[in-house]
Nanobody
Framework: QVQLVEAGGGSVQAGGSLRLSCGASGRTFGIVMGWFRQAPGKEREFVATITWNGRTTYYVDSVKGRFAISRDNAKNTVYLKLNTLKPEDTAVYFC??????????????????WGQGTQVTVSS
């Protein structure tokens, strides 16, 4: 497995921004990476995913135009920039790695390695 560690969460007011990072213990080259989130009392939700070379990204509709996923394979790091944050974005955000598939997937079951999560809290 790939060991993943998220950082960058925090508390912001609505309209604010944060940048989450996910550092991997091993190489991320060739691995699809994704971000998910889980709000209290809700199931884990797909947020964004990115191909191994960073050329293709996918987002859940609720964050399109506000969030941006990117990666730096030289640093074994994946990022999620959160802009124009809303209270409904409040959740624990998880980084995940899919070492099996080539095409990015929004399904959590396709990811075999997960970070511990970082809390994002947005106040109105």
């Amino acid at each position: 497995q790939v060991q993943l560690v998220e950082a960058g969460g925090g508390s912001v007011q609505a309209g604010g921004s944060l940048r989450l990072s996910c550092g991997a213990s091993g190489r991320t080259f060739g691995i699809v990476m994704g971000w998910f989130r889980q709000a209290p009392g809700k199931e884990r939700e797909f947020v964004a995913t990115i191909t191994w070379n960073g050329r293709t990204t996918y987002y859940v509709d609720s964050v399109k135009g506000r969030f941006a996923i990117s990666r730096d394979n030289a640093k074994n790091t994946v990022y999620l920039k959160l802009n124009t944050l809303k209270p409904e974005d409040t959740a624990v955000y998880f980084c995940a790695a899919d070492r099996t598939h080539t095409n990015p997937s929004p399904s959590a079951v396709d990811y075999d390695s997960w970070g511990q999560g970082t809390q994002v809290t947005v106040s109105s």
